[in-house]
């Protein structure tokens, strides 16, 4: 395996399979600002892409095979695009590239094989979509090789069905759509309900800090499904199609007639698309009080009505409120462990990240990394010239 970067990758590709790359992949990984657990309840999300990212170098074969080699997991595994199976085990992995194929191909779409070797730096299993990364990775790959007319958005479309439908987690629609269509400098405001989406700058001056709380997601995805059908319930009984078409005064209106539990999930749902908007008025207006306030508001809802929060993000984020220079701070992702997202005077960027280092250190025992991110373009596919470097 060894150190290696995306420069290195060429090379690496022409070790591995004695053959020149003529593609290079990267798709990035995300944070989201604001718009926690409101995708998949058609709601509005406030994602930016972040200079981490997958990156495949590849090239196209004629005999329908797809071999892969992972530089971060040491390991090879190969399919036939003419019958994909799920892989177990040490290549587990691999069923993103290979649920990427099969959801290309059930829209009709003729592939190519390919070799491919696959390297990222974003942090596994840390809440920052190195999965949705890898999907649109993939099905980029794909499209690229294959010479494909798809756009960003068909490329995320078909990446979050190979999650849905061949790995099996039913994940909303934001990390594929911000992996595939981020813009450097800015975030972008996604109605997940018409797909619309427009980049939102973020302001100068405002630094975003990721903040690792190394506390690994367990039952993620039982809990996911579980609060998935707690939101559709109170759809149903709201008499709804989806909790983005209810207002915070509708939902009061109705308050006797929901369980108490069903309220106060749909209160955060309601009430995070709201603060979602008012958070991009107030960032293009320039009211940082407004946006910092609106963070805190977002992760004490996910806190005490969604239930997905945990001690560790709880800790990282009252620490953060403690530190100078801090805007706002919140959990960011699915939650139940992983990172928060802050928001930061940018001058004050770099003695923050060691104050809350040591504060979270103190209080929890646990190091956690920090990174100072920058918001960078959605995916891109580079043709390689025959020297292997990208032109
Ligand atoms: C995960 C899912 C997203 C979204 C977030 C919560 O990251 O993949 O679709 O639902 O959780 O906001």
Redesign the pocket.
């Known amino acids: 395996m060894g150190e290696i970067t995306q420069h290195d990758l060429p090379a690496a590709f022409r070790r591995r399979f004695e053959a020149e790359p003529s593609l290079m992949v990267r798709a990035p990984g995300r944070v989201?600002l604001i718009?926690?657990?409101?995708?998949?309840n058609q709601g509005f999300?406030l994602p930016l892409a972040i200079n981490r990212a997958v990156w495949i170098a590849a090239r196209a074969r004629a005999d329908g095979q797809v071999a892969l080699i992972s530089e971060n997991f040491g390991n090879r595994s190969a399919f036939s695009l003419a019958s994909i199976q799920q892989a177990t085990g040490a290549e587990a992995w691999s069923n993103y590239v290979r649920g990427a194929a099969h959801a290309l191909q059930a829209q009709g779409h003729r592939l190519c094989g390919m070799d491919a070797l696959v390297w990222g730096d974003v942090p596994v299993g840390s809440?920052l979509?190195s999965?949705?990364a890898l999907l649109v990775a993939s099905t980029l790959a794909f499209s690229a090789l294959a010479e494909l007319d798809l756009s960003p958005l068909d490329i995320a479309l078909r990446a979050?069905q190979a999650?849905v439908e061949f790995v099996g987690?039913n994940?909303?629609?934001?990390?594929?759509m911000i992996s595939a269509l981020g813009q450097a400098g800015h975030a972008l405001l996604i109605d997940c309900h018409s797909l619309a989406h427009r980049p939102v700058p973020v302001p100068n001056g405002v630094a975003v800090v990721i903040a690792d709380s190394m506390k690994r997601r367990g039952l993620?995805d039982s809990k996911?499904n579980e609060r998935r059908a707690e939101c559709e319930e109170g759809a149903r009984r709201l008499g709804v199609q989806s909790l983005r078409d209810v207002t915070i005064a509708a939902l009061e209106a109705k308050r006797a007639s929901l369980p108490e539990l069903i309220w106060r999930r749909c209160r955060h749902v309601v009430g995070e698309n709201a603060r979602v908007l008012a958070c991009v008025e107030a960032l293009r207006a320039g009211r940082l009080d407004e946006v910092g306030a609106l963070l805190v508001q977002s992760h004490e809802s996910l806190r005490d009505d969604y239930e997905?929060s945990c001690r560790e993000l709880d800790v990282m984020v009252e620490a953060a409120l403690r530190q100078e220079g801090i805007i706002g701070a919140r959990m960011?992702?699915?939650?139940f462990g992983g990172c928060t997202v802050n928001l930061v005077r940018e001058e004050r960027a770099g003695r923050f990240v060691d104050g809350l280092r040591e504060a979270y250190r103190a209080q929890t025992g646990l190091t956690p990394s920090i990174y100072v991110c920058r918001a960078t373009d959605g995916a891109q596919a580079i043709n390689l010239s025959l020297s292997g470097q990208p032109t």
């Not at 718009?35 to 998949?40: A, F, L, Q, S, V």
């Not at 994940?171 to 594929?176: L, R, S």
């Not at 960011?332 to 939650?335: K, N």
């Open positions: 989201n718009g926690e657990h409101t995708d998949y999300v809440g979509s999965s949705a979050q999650e987690v994940v909303g629609v934001m990390d594929q993620v996911y997905v960011t992702g699915a939650g």
